[in-house]
Structure formats: structure tokens, C-alpha cells
């Protein structure tokens, strides 16, 4: 009690070690593990939507049917999808104030970063698939 | 007692906004970086059209074909890449950052320029890349 209080935390709030905002630096850290993954996957997918420009649908659809490419542009989505929701998130808490707009804006970020993703890898699968 | 907390809560200084500061290269880069990110995010719909398009059939992809020939396709084609390569570039700039490099004055700037110099070279390139390969096929 005489010591200087060094640290205004909880005993227990250092134990959990989450910080303010109680979920630690998994977001940090997902947006940067994402970022990482993002770096090679988009030049891959850069190239292929260049390369991909001029050909006929009958060319489109094999290649993009192919499973390394379908395999590239799944990982890429899932990486982007993920990795756009944290970011969002982000711009949503920064600039929306009021409480509620804010929890309906986070809500429809979440539906539009599912709907895209889920969209864009059925539409892959079923490229691959040639359903 | 209360007069005496409101009045502070009323002097109380705020922190300075944007208007305050005097524009740096390093302050609009960080700006652009959201910019881009969030044009790629609304970008995304245009991959989705793209995909579904092609799995939809030769009717629907031809829609997309015809579209991303206009001017105005080739202007959200060419600027959608260069917000991605953009943004791919600062990001990766902020990842120097995150372990611990280039925070010195003149390795602040010169990342900042190189982002900036880096994104729209390797945007050119990539569309001269590709009229050429379009030509040769």
C-alpha cells in the first residue's frame, strides 16, 4: 500500500492481458497476418484478371476452372474477404458515433464481406467443378 | 462545485483535427491508404460480377467483356488496379513499420515517395504487360 501504484489495471485485467478493448491484438494481428497472405496472392490475381482481359469465355473458363488458379483465387478471396471486414470494421468504429447506426453499419459490413466471399468461391467451385 | 465542472468540461482543449496540421506527404499517404482500401472493398463487387459472369455462361460474360471495353470499364479496370497495388505497397510499408524500421525523417519520406513513385509505375507497366500480350495472342 506505501508503493506507488505503478499500474491502475485489475490484477486480474493483467492476467487476461486484453487491454481496453477487451479482445487483446488478435484484430492487429489477423489484419496483418491477412496483409502478409495479400501480398503475393494479389500480384498473382493482378496478372490474371490482366492476362485474363481479352480472351474469349470458352479461355476464361478453363483457365479459371484450372486448379491452381481456382485454388489462388479461393485463397485470395478468403484472405481479401477477411481482411476488408477487420479493415471496414475499423473505418466504421473511427467515423460512426451514434451506437446504433454503428452496430447496424458493423452488421451490414459483416453480411457483405460473407456475401462476397461465399459469392465469388461458388462461382469458382463451380468453374472448377463445371457444374 | 458543479460550475466549477462544467466550466472545465467546456475549456476542456480538444484534440487538434486535420485542419490544424499542415499537409505532409506522409499524413496523405496515410489518408490514400484508407481511401484505397475502401474502394477496394466496394471494388470487390466488380470481381463477384466477373466470376459469376464467367460461371453464369458466354451470354453473361460477354456483358462483362463489352463493359470493361468502354472507356469508363477501362477507367475502373486501370483504377482498381492501382488501388490495389497502392494499397498492397503501403501496406507493406506499414509492415516495415509494425517491426520497428524506417521511422526516421528521411526513411518516413523516402518510403512515402517510393509508395506513391512504386504504385503508379508498376500500374503502367502492368497495362503496357498486358495490350502487349493482348496484341501478340
Known sequence: MSEPQENLRTPLARVRHLGAAHSGTRHFWHQR???????????????????????NHAAVVQILGSSPVAITMLLFILAAVYHMWLGMQVIVEDYVHDELIKLVTLMANTFFCVAVGMTASFAILKLSFGL | MTDINSSR???RPLSPHLQIYKPMLTMMMSIVHRITGGALYFGTLLLVWWLTAAAAGPNAYAD?????????????????TWALIHHMLGGIRHLIWDVGYGFGPNERE???????????????????FGYLTMGVR
Open chain 1, 33 to 55: 497476418l491477412t496483409s502478409v497472405a495479400l501480398v503475393p496472392l494479389s500480384i498473382a490475381v493482378i496478372f490474371l484478371i490482366v492476362s485474363l482481359l481479352g480472351r
Open chain 2, 9 to 11: 468540461v467546456k475549456h
Open chain 2, 110 to 128: 523516402w518510403l512515402t515517395v517510393a509508395t506513391l513513385v512504386g504504385s503508379v509505375g508498376l500500374t503502367v507497366l502492368l497495362w503496357l
Open chain 2, 64 to 80: 462483362v467483356q463489352w463493359f470493361m471495353q468502354t472507356l469508363l470499364g477501362r477507367l475502373i479496370l486501370f483504377g482498381y
